[in-house]
């Protein structure tokens, strides 16, 4: 009689190799590891990556495009995307500034405003892909150009007037961190809280998950949908407020030249966020956002040239999301 052998037991992989299977743990593994490189390039060159200036400037960098990226990342976690906040970061800093007009007695109602204008164009962005059933992607890109076209007919150049009190936001520093860097620091933690700790965060999820399964569930997903764009347009406007509190005036093209809709959806995959939804968060966005701005600083000490910059950004980009496929079908 023959005897069955048992196949041999897979070969159990090092304990520090499982955890950086984690992705959250991988994107700080890369900065750790960018930001060696670049200290050695950069004083290869004769200067100092990470003095108070350069820390001053990372962080400068990743405040503005992290806020928008924190509201995209609960729109991909749904398997959506918003291409209206490049757009919408430009108008609300018109709102802002234009409401404010130099006066410090303004600055409450104009903040109200602008989040309120901000909300409005989410509302709008989630009800058309809820109600009209209109592919995320179609909606907020018609959402994008209705902006685009409207900056377009009524701004030349920069306008309104930010009173010295609210660029106060853009300029002030606890030591080397920015105190926008901080309030955008909050806003994560309470995303993640909001995200991790609350039954509409479990129902963001599961919508990404698998939509339909949700609604099978009782999860009332087109709420959930809407919600999360209205979000995401808020963050956008936080953003806005922000840039016009650096700028001193609002300026329509201060989110597209930044590109804050690309920039925002990399730095969520960056991050770990699968596209489809149902995966990721905030923590590893912001590491997503630290690394692109870690580039970028990286590039402007080094002198290169914007062709070369955009060339390593994407290769990055495709590197990374490649390694989180390649990560997800060995763990199947």
Same mark, same amino acid.
């Given at each position: 009689?023959?005897?069955?052998?048992?196949?041999?037991?897979?070969?159990?992989?090092?304990?520090?190799? *499982?955890?950086?299977?984690?992705?959250?743990?991988? #994107?700080?593994?890369?900065? %750790?590891?960018?930001?060696?490189?670049?200290? #050695?390039?950069?004083?290869?060159? $004769?200067?100092?990556?990470?003095?108070?200036? =350069?820390?001053?400037?990372?962080?400068? *960098?990743?405040?503005?495009?992290?806020?928008?990226?924190? $509201?995209?990342?609960?729109?991909?976690?749904?398997?959506?995307?918003?291409?209206?906040?490049?757009?919408? /970061?430009?108008?609300?800093?018109?709102?802002?500034?234009?409401?404010?007009?130099?006066?410090?007695?303004?600055?409450?109602?104009?903040?109200?405003?602008?989040?309120?204008?901000?909300?409005?164009?989410?509302?709008?962005? =989630?009800?058309?892909?809820?109600?009209?059933?209109?592919?995320? @992607?179609?909606?907020?890109?018609?959402?994008?150009?209705?902006?685009?076209?409207?900056?377009?007919?009524?701004?030349?150049?920069?306008?309104?007037?930010?009173?010295?009190? @609210?660029? *106060? &936001?853009?300029?002030?520093?606890?030591?080397?961190?920015?105190?926008?860097?901080?309030?955008?620091?909050?806003?994560?933690?309470?995303?993640?809280? @909001?995200?991790?700790? !609350?039954?509409?965060?479990?129902?963001?999820?599961?919508?990404?998950?698998?939509?339909?399964?949700?609604?099978?569930?009782?999860?009332?997903?087109?709420?959930?949908?809407?919600? /999360?764009?209205?979000?995401?347009?808020?963050?956008? $406007?936080?953003?806005? &407020?922000?840039?016009?509190?650096?700028?001193?005036?609002?300026?329509?093209?201060?989110?597209?030249?930044?590109?804050?809709?690309?920039?925002?959806?990399?730095? %969520? #995959?960056?991050? $770990? !966020?699968?596209?489809?939804?149902?995966?990721?968060?905030?923590?590893?966005?912001?590491?997503?956002?630290?690394?692109?701005?870690?580039?970028?600083?990286? @590039?402007?000490?080094?002198?290169?040239?914007?062709?070369?910059?955009?060339? %390593?950004?994407?290769?990055?980009?495709?590197?990374?999301?490649?390694?989180?496929?390649?990560?997800?079908?060995?763990?199947?």
């Amino acid at each position: 009689m023959s005897t069955a052998v048992a196949a041999p037991a897979a070969p159990r992989r090092p304990q520090w190799t *499982r955890r950086l299977a984690n992705p959250v743990v991988g #994107v700080y593994a890369a900065l %750790v590891l960018l930001l060696i490189v670049g200290s #050695v390039l950069v004083a290869a060159q $004769g200067g100092v990556l990470l003095d108070q200036g =350069g820390i001053v400037n990372i962080l400068t *960098r990743s405040t503005a495009l992290g806020l928008v990226a924190i $509201g995209q990342t609960m729109v991909i976690l749904t398997g959506k995307l918003d291409l209206s906040v490049a757009y919408l /970061v430009g108008l609300c800093s018109l709102v802002a500034a234009e409401t404010m007009a130099g006066n410090p007695n303004m600055i409450v109602p104009a903040v109200l405003l602008t989040l309120a204008v901000a909300a409005g164009v989410g509302l709008i962005n =989630g009800l058309v892909v809820t109600k009209l059933k209109v592919n995320a @992607f179609i909606a907020t890109l018609g959402t994008a150009l209705v902006i685009r076209g409207y900056l377009e007919h009524s701004y030349t150049g920069p306008a309104g007037d930010v009173p010295t009190v @609210f660029q *106060r &936001l853009g300029y002030d520093r606890i030591g080397p961190v920015p105190v926008a860097a901080l309030l955008m620091v909050g806003l994560a933690v309470l995303a993640w809280w @909001f995200l991790g700790r !609350t039954r509409a965060g479990y129902h963001i999820y599961a919508v990404g998950g698998d939509e339909e399964v949700a609604r099978f569930s009782g999860i009332r997903t087109d709420r959930t949908v809407v919600l /999360v764009h209205v979000l995401c347009a808020v963050a956008a $406007g936080l953003a806005g &407020l922000f840039l016009a509190s650096r700028l001193g005036s609002g300026a329509p093209w201060v989110g597209a030249d930044g590109g804050y809709d690309l920039e925002s959806i990399a730095a %969520v #995959v960056l991050g $770990g !966020t699968i596209l489809a939804g149902g995966r990721g968060g905030v923590a590893g966005t912001i590491g997503g956002v630290l690394i692109l701005a870690t580039l970028d600083t990286i @590039f402007d000490d080094l002198g290169m040239n914007s062709f070369f910059k955009d060339v %390593v950004r994407g290769a990055v980009l495709i590197v990374a999301v490649a390694l989180y496929a390649r990560r997800r079908r060995s763990h199947r």
